[in-house]
């Protein structure tokens, strides 16, 4: 799919909603990057990604990133050091097939909401809040795009 064909599909108000529903049931931090040209690696290309958003900087380290590439037609979702050791690889794969299953009946905000929702879930299974503590939004809760 062409890039901007995608970007005009997809509701970005929703999105940035479900993130921050997400977030509000943990202390992890959740960002959505969509890939503006072609990549051959979706894994890598996240983890830089990852790594240019600031996102190896949260305070708990748990901080987890949908990317999506629409013209090579690739998704990958990691997780920084401490939630990726409690989620593992098993986890990100299944969050993976859900987007792929959305995203072939063309229902592409679908498949990104639901992605949000099930890594809030685990975030909020491994990283719940605390009582009384005032969480600290650390990461921007926009679509990314690069």
């Known amino acids: 799919m062409r890039h901007d064909a995608f970007v005009e599909s997809i509701d970005d108000d929703r999105i940035v909603a479900a993130i921050r529903d997400a977030e ?3 202390r992890g931090e959740i960002r959505v990057h969509v890939a503006q ?3 051959a690696d979706p894994r890598s290309e996240a983890a830089a990604v990852f790594e240019r958003l600031g996102m190896v900087k949260t305070a708990e380290r748990n901080g987890v990133l949908i990317f999506v590439a629409p013209e090579s037609r690739s998704i990958a979702v990691i997780g920084d050091r401490d939630v990726d050791a409690r989620c593992g690889q098993a986890f990100w794969s299944a969050v993976v097939g859900g987007i792929r299953a959305e995203f072939q009946a063309g229902r592409f905000t679908e498949g990104i909401v639901a992605a949000v929702r099930a890594v809030g879930d685990e975030l909020a299974r491994h990283f719940p809040r605390r009582p009384g ?3 600290r939004n650390e990461l921007p ?3 990314s795009r690069g």
């Open 24 to 26: 509000s049931l943990s």
């Open 37 to 39: 040209h072609p990549v």
């Open 133 to 135: 503590e005032v969480d």
């Open 141 to 143: 809760d926009e679509v």
